[in-house]
Every structure is written in C-alpha cells, then in structure tokens.
C-alpha cells in the first residue's frame, strides 16, 4: 500500500504538469456562474465539465484532476463517465470529500472544516469510481487577534485525520491548509501564518501517522492580502513562498501543488514561474499547481453556457495549463500571453 501511495503521489507532479482543481460545490459553482449570467442548473454544470475533460490535449500538462461528488456521478453526453474520459486522457481522477466548512464554535471569524464523519465508507465508494487521491480543504483567516491557536490545531488536527483515513483506502490525500489573500494583512504576516498552519499541521500528519511519501501539500503562496496597498515584486513573493516551506515542509513530502486562491491567472503562473527559476535545482519537492481559477476563469468566460463556445473555451483552458507547465519548467513569461 504504501508503495502504491506514493507511486501515485509522484505521478500527480510528474512531467512537468499539474492538476486541475474542478471541485467547486453547489455555492462555489453557482457564485462564478451568477457572475456571467449562466444558469446555475445540474444541466448547465455538466456541460461545464463536459467542456472542460473533453479538452483536446489536456493530459499533455495537467496530471490530474479534482472532481465534485456530483461530477464524478456524472457523464458526457454520449454516456462515458467522466472519471474514465479523464484517465482514457492519462489524467488520474481525484475527488473533494470535504463538506465546507463552519464557524468554529469559541472563535469568532474562524473556521473549521467538516466531513469526517461517515468519511471511511464515502472514501471507499469514491474509490470504486476510479478516484485515486482526494483533497480537503482547512481555511485559516488572517485578521485582528486571528489567526487562533484553537483555529490552527483544531483545522491540522482535521486534515490530519483525513490524510489516514485516504492513506487506509490507498488515496493520496492532497492536504490544503490555506490562509486566505482576503484582507489588507502584509506578507510578513501571512509569511508567519503560513509557516504556524504548515508546521503545525506537519506535526499532527506526523502523531497521525501519514505517510509522508503518500501525500501532496496544497498550500497558499506567501502573499500580503488583497487589499494590502504594498504588493511585493514577483520574486519577493517566490522567495518569502520558498523560504517559509523550506523551513516547516519536510523533503520526504513529493509534492507541493499551489492553490491560486484569488490571484490573477498571469501573476499566478508568473509566480510559479519565478520559484522553480530560483529553486527547482535545490528544493526537496516538486513546486507545482494545483489551480481552479487561475486555469479555468478565462475558459469559463468565453464559454458562458454557449456549446458554440466550447472549442474557444477549451483553447483558453489548454492555453492556461500549458503556461502552468511552462512555470514548472522555469520557462514562462509574459510573451506567453500574447
Ligand atoms: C482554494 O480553493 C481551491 C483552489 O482553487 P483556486 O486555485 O481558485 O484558489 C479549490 O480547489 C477549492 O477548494 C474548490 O474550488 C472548492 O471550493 P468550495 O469552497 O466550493 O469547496
């Protein structure tokens, strides 16, 4: 089992490539949908994802993706599952099994992420419908007096036992604690969130006993929040990244594949660019993606429900996935983008 964990963990950052997180639950889905006046209906979703697995040519950057509890039910329209259209396409199919998350009862403005319960036999349903790896997600929020100890622990201690729950159903858990970009915070303070949340969350994947070869981190890059008015240079940002996970992220972990969490689809890859230039030949672990909307916003604005839309759309997806695998390279720039 444990050579079956982390065969598969290596292959989901293997090649260059990345995976594509198409997890989005119901509100999720539907907030990006309002956006651009697409129906928010079971029908319109499907399409959506339909477009999306059926790009020509998406295996050649992305090496896995994150699907929805209703999307791997679903099909295309000529009745193949989507979990076989994607590894017919050489992209291993992942779910979310994470049920959003709540405020945290005694700590105001924190959350905590549920799902555990029932979560063994849910595991074992996914796995019969192909999946080989899932993804939780524990969201930590940078503000007055927060993030909390309480917050911190209590969010570890819920991946972590998430993470040996995957690893005993033979699924590679993708771990994601983010600390969210919302909020005017700088980088020294999501830079000394970042490295609490990772090295406590380390520390309870330990006293849970996950295999560390068998699992992918899914983190936040090192960034001052949104609505900081000193925003750091490209490289500042790739090195307060680089250096805050060399210090909490232990080697025996393959993988880290960002999430974009709100930047820019450009700045995003620019970047992921800029860290493998600086520390591909030195850092212990793949630094890889592991997007949703800096790979799909720009596809999801040329579709906006239209079938007539669809091959533009899938152009604009392969045209993201394949600057994401440029940044693993080292090798994308703006030139790129025209
Ligand atoms: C942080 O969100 C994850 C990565 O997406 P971005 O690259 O857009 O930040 C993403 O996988 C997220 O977990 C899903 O979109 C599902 O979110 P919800 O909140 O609907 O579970």
Redesign the pocket.
Known sequence: MSEQLASTAKAMVAGNKGLL?????????GKRFAKLDIPQTIEMRQAYREMIVTTPGLGECISGA?L?DETIRQQTKDGRPFAEVLTAAGIIPGI?V?A??KELAGHPGEKITEGLDGLREHLAEYVQMGARFA?W?GVITIGDGIPSRGCIQANAHTLARYAALCQEAGLVPIV?P?VLMDGGHTLEQCRAATEDVLRTVFDQLHVQRVLLEGIIL?P?MVLAGLACPNQETVDEVADATVETLLRAVPAAVPGVA?????QSSEL?SARLNAMNVRYKSRAPWALAF???????QPALEIWRGEEANVPAAQQALLHRARCNRAARRGEYSAAMER
């Open positions: 997180a198409m997890d989005e639950s119901h509100p999720t889905c994150i929805f979310k994470d959003g998350t993804k997600r994601e983010e899914k936040n960002f999430l974009s969490g709100g995003a592991s997007f949703a909307r800096a790979i799909q």
